[in-house]
Nanobody
Framework: DVQLQASGGGLVQAGGSLRLSCAAS????????IGWFRQAPGKEREGISS????????YYAHSVKGRFAISSDTAKTTVYLQMNSLKPEDTAVYYC???????????????????WGQGTQVTVSS
């Protein structure tokens, strides 16, 4: 049973950093693409990053490239999203999700991800 749990959100000032964690259980992380998504009030869910731990491939949306970094722990049970140089427009609920057939070469398209964790709120104050 694929389960994901996102954590690490909070309130931070503009220019600050946060690290989100996505704890994965019930499946082999190497068999899936893991994506990070966010949804701000009144906006569509946006795919911002993805990773396949089996080959280390990653994807970043233009809006976060150079500021955010996705990685996994050596045990391959947790995927992280390190967020630096945060901006007020990064404020959103952040989700992680798994895609059995996905790969970062395809980006991070929400409709392709089947298994979702609960969200964690990130608020960036100006």
């Amino acid at each position: 049973d694929v389960q994901l749990q996102a954590s690490g959100g909070g309130l931070v000032q503009a220019g600050g950093s946060l690290r989100l964690s996505c704890a994965a259980s019930g499946f082999n992380l190497d068999d899936y693409a893991i994506g990070w998504f966010r949804q701000a009030p009144g906006k569509e869910r946006e795919g911002i990053s993805s990773i396949t731990t089996r080959d280390g491939s990653t994807y970043y949306a233009h809006s976060v490239k150079g500021r955010f970094a996705i990685s996994s722990d050596t045990a391959k049970t947790t995927v992280y999203l390190q967020m630096n140089s945060l901006k007020p427009e990064d404020t959103a609920v952040y989700y992680c999700a798994a895609n059995r057939r996905g790969h970062p070469r395809y980006g991070a398209r929400p409709h392709e991800y089947d298994n979702w964790g609960q969200g964690t709120q990130v608020t960036v104050s100006s």
